[in-house]
């Protein structure tokens, strides 16, 4: 069965670092989202890319995340600097549907340690 | 902005007993989906509804969606240990293209 796959799986770093998370949906869907979930919480969308463009970025902290999906299939979200209260679970999903209400298939998550 | 609550927080449970969570909007949704976090795992897809009051199983789950399309529930009859998890619903709204996680309902089940 097809996976989501991202990596690192876990990543440690001190504040004012930089790092970035990779992702490689499931072939074939368009829709590619990252999220964050901080421990406790549900999973917040941070942003959702429709093929190559962003679609949606409104909760993305543009003055140190940017994310790219420049050929339309992987995609990078990177931070930086990192600060202490980035450390979360950053899950990519993808969908195959355009309009997105179809089934979210999410990777294993990479978690971030700020220290 | 859109708000997705779940109640309760955690939910202990014996095993054998019945579970229940529910999902609340703060407004009209296109669909809703629920999904299952293992601790330590990553969401797994269960189910969407999209119609006003739809009603769907899964063994021994079973999914509400309210007649106002603004909430939802998820019931599990006869809780077993392998029940354990994290349950979120998602929802959807229209014209939109993602979702809203709700905050979810930690459940335990005791054996």
């Known amino acids: 069965e097809a996976e989501v796959a991202q990596s690192p799986r876990y990543k440690i770093t001190e504040k004012s670092q930089a790092v970035a998370f990779w992702c490689d949906p499931i072939?074939?869907?368009?829709?590619l989202y990252w999220y964050r979930q901080i421990l406790g919480q549900g999973p917040e969308l941070l942003v959702q890319?429709?093929?190559?463009?962003?679609?949606?970025d409104s909760q993305l902290p543009k003055d140190r995340f940017s994310a790219e999906r420049l050929k339309g299939v992987d995609s990078t979200l990177k931070i930086q600097p990192a600060e202490l209260g980035d450390s979360a679970m950053y899950l990519c999903?993808?969908?195959?549907?355009?309009?997105?209400?179809?089934?979210?298939?999410f990777g294993p998550g990479t978690r971030l340690t700020v220290l | 902005g859109q708000q997705v609550m779940q109640i309760p927080q955690y939910q202990h449970v014996q095993e054998g007993e019945d579970f229940t969570t529910y999902c609340n909007s703060s407004?009209?949704?296109?669909?809703i989906q629920w999904y299952k976090q293992r601790p330590g795992g990553h969401p797994v897809f269960l189910i969407q509804?999209?119609?006003?009051?739809e009603v769907k199983k899964q063994k021994r789950l079973t999914f509400q969606f309210g007649e106002a399309k603004k909430n939802s529930s998820l019931h599990i009859t006869a809780t077993q240990t392998t029940d354990v998890g994290t349950y979120f619903c998602?929802?959807?709204?229209?014209?939109?293209?993602?979702?809203?996680f709700g905050t979810g309902t930690r459940l335990t089940v005791i054996p």
């Open positions: 999903a993808s969908s195959s549907d355009r309009v997105g209400s179809d089934t979210q298939y």
């Open positions: 072939s074939g869907h368009a829709t």
């Open positions: 890319f429709q093929d190559e463009s962003v679609v949606d």
């Open positions: 407004t009209t949704l296109s669909n």
């Open positions: 509804l999209v119609k006003s009051g």
């Open positions: 998602a929802g959807g709204s229209p014209g939109a293209n993602n979702l809203f």
